[in-house]
């Protein structure tokens, strides 16, 4: 029986090894595949990471871009605003400039009037005796006149003309 025993030993010794060499094939196979994985995901990580990276500084320049268009139109349309307004304030001014120009005249022509007006009235004055003393003489002369004359005033008022003949 020792021969045997010596044999379910021999192959119990060897089965054990063979189930151990099993196991840590089994165990190294897992392991590469731990490593491999592990290599993967560290790829996969340093690609996100990149893309994430390229993402943040594409966000960068188009928040960049965004601010400088912002800016650029800001100031163009202060430049505009700017422009525009000193166009309206010249053209009010020169209307302004015109206005005071065409008010004056127009007082120039108001105040000569008012001089020609102050002028005849004096002149009318100076008539006025000198007429009054031509009807007294010319009533005193000729007395049929003044029926004449108050006729002549009569259709001056009603707007009629008459033959005022003697």
Known sequence: MSD???????????GNGELFLDAQSHLQNLLSEISRVRQSIK???????DQVEELRDKLRREASEAREIANALRYDLDDTVHTRTSILKDALEEMLHLQRTKD?????QLDSIETDLHQTKA???TLAAPWQNLQLRCFER????RKYYAKGL???RTGHKKNNSP
Do not use: Y
């Open 154 to 156: 009569e259709s001056l």
């Open 142 to 145: 000729r007395p049929d006149c």
């Open 123 to 125: 002149g009318l004055a």
């Open 104 to 108: 004056r005249r127009q007082q120039d």
């Open 43 to 49: 790829v996969g990580e340093m690609a996100s990471e």
């Open 4 to 14: 045997t025993s010596a044999a379910l030993q021999g192959t119990s010794a060897r």
